[in-house]
């Protein structure tokens, strides 16, 4: 069986470091060194062959200069709470998502300083705890229940 390159997207400007799959939106959300996090969707109407048309849009376009002005390290989606989640220098950002004309938009919820360097693995457990890890050899887990109460 020959495996067949459907896709090639090249938008972001340096190394993309994390991609994201959100089913009840039918988009992936990439994120890059550049600081973009670019969602991608086919466009309306598009059958299932090759010729499928792609159209992306920033989820920082509303941020300025188009980016979240830092590398996006790693991210994580939560279905439930429609949360994205997203890593940089030792920081975690939370950001609501919004649908408006089939596009995806963040709204900044709040952030944490949990690291003292690069976070590299984000998760989500359960739909409420986030846990990260980083290069500074530290686990943090903090709950969002708690986190959205103490906001």
């Keep these: 069986m020959a495996v067949v390159l459907s896709f090639m997207f090249h938008l972001h400007k340096v190394a993309v ?3 994201r799959y959100i089913p009840s ?11 973009k996090l670019l969602c991608w969707a086919l466009k309306a109407g598009s059958t299932q062959s090759k010729n499928e048309k792609i159209e992306f849009h920033s989820l920082c376009e509303d941020q300025p200069g188009g980016d979240l002005g830092t590398p996006v390290h790693c991210m994580a989606y939560c279905e439930r709470r ?18 408006e004309n089939r596009k995806m938009k963040l709204e900044f919820l709040s952030k944490v300083r949990q690291h003292a360097d ?3 693995i984000l998760l989500i457990i359960e739909d409420r705890l986030v846990l990260s890890a980083g290069y500074d050899r530290k686990i943090g887990v903090f709950d969002l229940d708690t986190e959205a109460r103490s906001n």
Aim: aromatic fraction near 2%; proline fraction near 0%.
């Design 17 to 19: 470091v994390r991609s």
């Design 25 to 35: 939106m039918k988009q992936l959300v990439s994120s890059s060194i550049d600081g």
């Design 82 to 99: 429609r949360m994205l989640v997203t890593a940089t220098d030792g920081t975690i950002n939370m950001y609501t998502v919004k649908v």
């Design 118 to 120: 690069l976070i590299r």
